[in-house]
């Protein structure tokens, strides 16, 4: 007989018990027992810190690798990690060797931290920004694909795009998306900072030649985990961006040591992948689809308009479109007010000239919290 767990809630995390937290997005959140392995953690690192950063950490990082490796279906001896999307994202486009004339290709649901990334090392080089526009609603998968591959042109040197992208939730099929590069010579960065944990990743498969997750959002670690997947061409060349001891030795030991820091956060994550284990991803990642599905319904419903997932390209962040376009002022505006005298947290993004509710849902979440958001516009 299977064993069936009941799925974890609201009383697992430490979150104000008067707020409708709608943006696990945004940050993450993690749980009491992972914070509470971090707490172990620190105790040990503080009990004997030269003992504990220099001759524990080399293969308490390996274990996490495999951990880590395991789940995304990637070669450990690919996988690096970094503080945060941010960093890792950065890594590649600095050293990814544009010169004049070269274009970088981006589309316009974009993190605005990568764009400026991007537009830096361009406007550096003299290289071009391309941004393949995409509509919501896409029309699919092969629409959203056609749209990123038809902007292609003999001048790319690197096409950078989500997985799921922050400004809209949408899912991209970036499987269809990196082979439609590689048969160009192009390489491909995926931004996955939402990946993670949202979707059952499979990073064999995507073949992508860098890849970039946070394991801080929807895999619930401690701020300051994630992970820089490079394909095996790349191993050689990439490297920090802060050089130290371990950067001669190759690819991985560069990676482990970039200077002290604190690693508990990322020691932290086998105990996040068994929290959410133990539930059963599979379970955990149906129950944040059906609830974001449904609270984004009830609360188009209630405001008069349509949430645009329609098309099968949405999982755990999903959007609502605002009766009227509302300018940058307003929207930060409403953001404040829904806050300050209804208790809900949630950004208004910006996409194709209207503004957007972009509602999360994990397992601390229930209908009641979509209800308020509701109410609140209503
Ligand atoms: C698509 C995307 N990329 C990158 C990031 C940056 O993540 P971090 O702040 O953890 O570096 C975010 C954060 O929300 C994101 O949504």
Not at 209 to 230: E, I, T
Request: glycine share 10%; charged share 20%; aromatic share 6%.
């Amino acid at each position: 007989m299977a064993i069936v767990h009941a799925l974890p809630d609201a009383s697992a995390w430490t979150l104000d018990p008067d707020l409708a937290y709608l943006n696990h997005g945004g940050f993450g959140a993690t749980p009491i027992p992972v914070l509470e392995r971090q707490r172990e953690l620190r105790a040990a690192l503080e009990a004997n810190p030269t003992g504990f950063l220099t001759r524990q950490l080399p293969g308490l990082l390996g274990l996490v690798r495999d951990r880590v490796a395991e789940f995304l279906r990637a070669d450990p001896a690919g996988l690096a990690f970094t503080d945060n999307a941010t960093t890792g994202t950065q890594t590649v486009i600095a050293q990814i060797g544009l010169a004049a004339g070269d274009e970088v290709l981006i589309t316009d649901h974009s993190y605005p931290a990568v764009v400026e990334q991007v537009r830096r090392a361009a406007a550096a080089t003299g290289a071009g920004v391309r941004v393949a526009s995409v509509p919501i609603p896409a029309g699919g998968p092969a629409a959203v694909a056609d749209a990123v591959l038809s902007e292609l042109t003999e001048r790319t040197r690197l096409v950078v795009v989500d997985h799921v992208a922050s400004c809209s939730g949408m899912v991209f099929p970036v499987g269809q998306i990196a082979a439609g590069a590689r048969a160009r010579g192009v390489p491909i960065l995926v931004d996955g900072a939402h990946a993670t944990g949202m979707l059952d990743v499979d990073l064999g498969a995507i073949g992508a030649d860098f890849w970039v997750g946070n394991l801080h959002k929807w895999v619930c670690a401690p701020k300051a985990s994630a992970v820089l997947y490079a394909a095996p061409p790349w191993r050689d060349s990439l490297r920090p961006l802060v050089a130290s001891h371990g950067t001669p030795a190759g690819f991985r030991p560069a990676f482990d040591w970039t200077g002290t820091r604190d690693p508990t956060a990322l020691l932290a994550v086998p105990a996040a992948l068994d929290f959410f284990g133990q539930a059963g991803w599979e379970a955990v990642r149906a129950h944040n689809n059906d609830l974001a599905r449904a609270g984004a319904e009830l609360v188009a419903a209630r405001v008069g308009t349509t949430t645009p997932e329609a098309d099968g390209l949405a999982a755990a962040m999903r959007l609502v479109r605002l009766p009227e376009p509302l300018t940058e002022p307003a929207a930060r505006a409403l953001e404040t007010r829904l806050l300050e005298r209804h208790g809900v947290v949630l950004p208004v993004t910006n996409h194709g000239g209207w503004q957007w509710l972009r509602l999360s849902a994990q397992l601390y979440n229930t209908l009641d919290d979509y209800r308020r958001l509701a109410d609140a516009l209503g």
